[in-house]
């Protein structure tokens, strides 16, 4: 009787033990970038036009812009931050269209990296 419950609680310790470190796995490996995401020394030139490229330019640049709004160049892109429609389309808020166009909200230590260029006046930095 007193084996069957050690045995118990041993199952039941090293099945906790497996699920702790299953999460453990997720939070670290799965997504580094949210849990370690470094705000400290965001630019335009050295983290905001990397994210741009990456995501926007493909249908915002100066030669084709869709929707008319061009994001290739600082001058262009503070229009848009200017009138409210940029951070209201990337963080998917009521009344934009969201975007990047058809696609899921940029991860969550970009769109942070983005707010806090913004917040910090948006400079040409
Ligand atoms: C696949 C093409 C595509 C991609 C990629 C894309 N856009 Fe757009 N974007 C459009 C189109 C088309 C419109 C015009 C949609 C409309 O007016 O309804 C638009 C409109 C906008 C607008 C105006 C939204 C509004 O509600 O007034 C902003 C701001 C914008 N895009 C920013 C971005 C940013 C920032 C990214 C990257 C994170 C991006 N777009 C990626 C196609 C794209």
Known sequence: MKTI????????????????????DSEEELYPSESNCDLSNVTYSGTITAILSQN????????????????????DLKVVIDNGRFWGAVNHESGFTP????LPKLPQCELD????????GAMNN
């Open 99 to 102: 975007m990047p166009q058809n």
């Open 56 to 75: 926007c330019y493909s249908c915002h640049s100066s030669n084709f812009p869709q929707g008319n709004v061009v994001l290739d160049n600082y001058d």
């Open 5 to 24: 419950r050690i045995i118990r609680l041993w199952i039941f310790i090293t099945g906790f033990a497996v699920l702790q470190s299953c999460y453990y």
């Open 113 to 120: 990296k983005i707010k806090t260029w913004l917040d910090n």
